[in-house]
C-alpha cells in the first residue's frame, strides 16, 4: 500500500512541489497582509530610515550674531620670546586686551562671576574680577570692520620664559574682547569674547593654538565657542588649522553648558557641496563629532556621522528651510 503511494507521489512529484511551493506562497501572503493590512509591512521598509526619525534628534537653536572674531596668524612661528600676531575682524569698535599669565584659577572664578552677577563687559570688570592675577596686560583698539594684525610681546624686561611645568597654573595668554561702544552694548546679545591662548616656550613645545573661546553674554551667560567641521574643499582657502581629511572654517557651532538650547554664528558662506551626493548644499552639523557634511536630502540616511562613523546624537541645521527659500528667491 505504502509502496503504491511512494510510486504515484514519485511520479507526480514535479506537480507536487509546485503545488506545495504555491500553496506555502498564498497562505505566507495572506497572512502578511491579513495581519498589516495592504499598508506595506514594517519589515520591507528601509528600516534606517524609521530608526533615524526616532534615535536623533533635532537641536533647537538660536541664532546670534557675534560682533567678535579673533585668529592667530602664523601660530608656527609664535613663542614667549617672540610674540604671537593676532588678526581681530570685529563688527564695531572694538578693545583688546592681552592679559600674558593669568591664573587659571582666577580666570574660571571670572567666568563663576559673570554667570552670577557681576558681568564682565570691559577690561577693567575682568581684571576686578581676576583680582590682577595675571603678569603683564596690554590693551589696543580696534577699529570695526578693519582686519587688523596686532603683534603682541611680553616686554624684555619681565624676564618671563616659561610658565612652568604641567600642569600649569597659568594660562600663557588671554585675550579679551570688548565693545568700545557703551551703546553698542545694548545692541548686542554678546558684549565679550575671551579667548585663551596657549603659546609655546621652554618647557612645554606644543603649539600655539586657542584652546578655548568664550562668547559672555549681557544676560550672564557664557558659551564655549566651538569650530565645525567642513569637508575638504578644492577651491577653499587654506585654513590655519585644518587636519587631513577636513578643514576647519570660521563658522562656529556654540555649546551652551547645561542649558537645551544652542546658538550659532550664522554660516558666511554655504556653498558647499554634500559628501555624499555631491550635490546640495551643506547645511547639517551632526552632534557631537561637529562634521557639517551633509545636505538636506541626505541627513536623514544617516545615523552614523558619513566622515567619522561617529553616532550621531543630535543634529542641528545652520540655516533653516525657510530661510534657504528666501535666499534662493534672492538669488533669482
Ligand atoms: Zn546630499
Ligand atoms: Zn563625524
Given at each position: ?228 567641521f567642513?569637508s575638504a ?9 585644518s587636519s587631513p581629511g577636513e578643514k ?59 566622515m ?25
Amino acid at each position: 500500500m505504502a509502496a503504491v503511494f511512494l510510486v504515484t507521489l514519485y511520479e507526480y512529484s514535479p506537480l507536487f512541489y509546485i503545488a506545495v511551493v504555491f500553496t506555502c506562497f498564498i497562505v505566507t501572503t495572506g497572512l502578511v497582509l491579513g495581519w498589516f493590512g495592504w499598508d506595506v509591512p514594517v519589515i520591507l521598509r528601509n528600516s534606517e530610515e524609521t530608526q533615524f526619525n526616532t534615535r536623533v534628534f533635532k537641536k533647537q537653536m538660536r541664532q546670534v550674531k557675534n560682533p567678535f572674531g579673533l585668529e592667530i596668524t602664523n601660530p608656527s612661528s609664535a613663542s614667549i620670546t617672540t610674540g604671537i600676531t593676532l588678526t581681530t575682524d570685529c563688527l564695531e569698535d572694538s578693545l583688546l586686551t592681552c592679559y600674558w599669565g593669568c591664573s587659571v584659577q582666577k580666570f574660571y572664578e571670572a567666568l563663576q562671576k559673570h554667570f552670577y552677577c557681576f558681568r564682565i563687559s570691559t577690561p577693567q570688570a575682568l581684571e576686578d574680577a581676576l583680582y590682577s592675577e595675571y603678569l603683564y596686560q596690554e590693551q589696543y583698539f580696534i577699529k570695526k570692520d578693519s582686519k587688523e594684525e596686532i603683534y603682541c610681546q611680553l616686554p624684555r624686561d619681565t624676564k618671563i620664559e616659561d610658565f612652568g611645568s604641567v600642569p600649569r597654573s597659568r594660562y600663557p595668554l588671554v585675550a579679551l574682547l570688548t565693545l568700545a561702544d557703551e551703546d553698542d552694548r545694548e545692541i548686542y546679545d554678546i558684549i565679550s569674547m575671551v579667548s585663551v591662548i596657549h603659546i609655546p616656550d621652554k618647557t612645554y613645545k606644543l603649539s600655539c593654538r586657542i584652546l578655548y573661546q568664550y562668547l559672555l553674554l549681557a544676560q550672564g551667560q557664557f558659551h564655549d565657542l566651538k569650530q565645525l567641521f567642513m569637508s575638504a574643499n578644492s577651491n577653499s582657502t587654506p585654513s590655519s588649522n585644518s587636519s587631513p581629511g577636513e578643514k576647519s572654517t570660521d563658522q562656529s557651532l556654540l555649546e551652551k553648558a547645561g542649558l537645551s538650547e544652542s546658538e550659532v554664528e550664522p554660516p558666511e558662506e554655504n556653498s558647499k557641496d554634500c559628501v555624499v551626493c555631491q550635490n546640495g548644499t551643506v547645511n547639517w552639523v551632526l552632534l557631537p563629532c561637529r562634521h557639517t557634511c551633509l545636505c538636506d536630502g541626505c541627513v536623514r540616511y544617516f545615523q552614523q556621522c558619513p566622515m567619522c562613523r561617529q553616532f550621531v546624537q543630535e543634529s542641528f541645521a545652520l540655516c533653516s528651510q525657510k530661510e534657504q527659500e528666501k535666499d534662493k528667491r534672492k538669488a533669482l
